[in-house]
T-cell receptor, first 113, second 113 residues
Framework: DVKVTQSSRYLVKRTGEKVFLECVQDMDHENMFWYRQDPGLGLRLIYFSYDVKMKEKGDIPEGYSVSREKKERFSLILESASTNQTSMYLC????????????FGDGTRLSIL | GNSVTQMEGPVTLSEEAFLTINCTYTATGYPSLFWYVQYPGEGLQLLLKATKADDKGSNKGFEATYRKETTSFHLEKGSVQVSDSAVYFCALMNSGGYQKVTFGTGTKLQVIP
């Protein structure tokens, strides 16, 4: 079974802090994704990566950056956290070129105070 | 661009009632279609999928048929249980590219005893 592990289930940070959210997958998937989930808005794609050191902006990249130094790990970075970034963050991965579904982690509920 | 529209929630049903959650989509080409489920406090899990027209996905008593002529993928279950209470997301993925997925906004289902 594919395992996508997000480092924290709950996180509380302060405005202006630099925040790191970590995601690791164990199935050697090439493609990895970061979403945020907000009530009434569903899941919105922040960034994705299709290879080590490669990244592409999603639909709402402003205020975020990402890092993919190793194939199994994809990090989301909030450069200077703001209260409007309080949300549930979900990481997903999938094998490139397949029509298989993305596999999701359990999510990180991030609160910015 | 791609889009997914699913019925507004929340949906409240009594145990053993019949469930339908409507989902329609707009996409180019021949996307794969998915239903994901999110139980309270958890990430998204794949519930079922269909990869071509007239395919029927099924799992745990849930079914959905890929209807290309009506661009729909409605989720149905004949007799819901309290344990089915969750948020359900309809989603599509175009073949090729980076397996980016477009999600609907989610429908919250509450089943009462």
């Amino acid at each position: 079974d594919v395992k996508v592990t997000q480092s924290s289930r709950y996180l509380v940070k302060r405005t202006g802090e630099k925040v790191f959210l970590e995601c690791v997958q164990d199935m050697d998937h090439e493609n990895m994704f970061w979403y945020r989930q907000d009530p009434g808005l569903g899941l919105r794609l922040i960034y994705f990566s299709y290879d080590v050191k490669m990244k592409e902006k999603g639909d709402i990249p402003e205020g975020y950056s990402v890092s993919r130094e190793k194939k199994e790990r994809f990090s989301l970075i909030l450069e200077s956290a703001s209260t409007n970034q309080t949300s549930m963050y979900l990481c997903a991965s999938v094998r490139q070129g397949s029509n298989q579904p993305q596999h999701f982690g359990d999510g990180t509920r991030l609160s910015i105070l | 661009g791609n889009s997914v529209t699913q019925m507004e929630g929340p949906v409240t049903l009594s145990e053993e009632a019949f469930l339908t959650i409507n989902c329609t989509y707009t996409a180019t080409g021949y996307p794969s279609l998915f239903w994901y489920v999110q139980y309270p406090g958890e990430g998204l899990q794949l519930l079922l999928k269909a990869t071509k027209a007239d395919d029927k996905g099924s799992n745990k008593g849930f079914e959905a048929t890929y209807r290309k002529e009506t661009t729909s993928f409605h989720l149905e279950k004949g007799s819901v249980q309290v344990s089915d209470s969750a948020v359900y997301f309809c989603a599509l993925m175009n073949s090729g590219g980076y397996q980016k997925v477009t999600f609907g906004t989610g429908t919250k289902l509450q089943v009462i005893p």
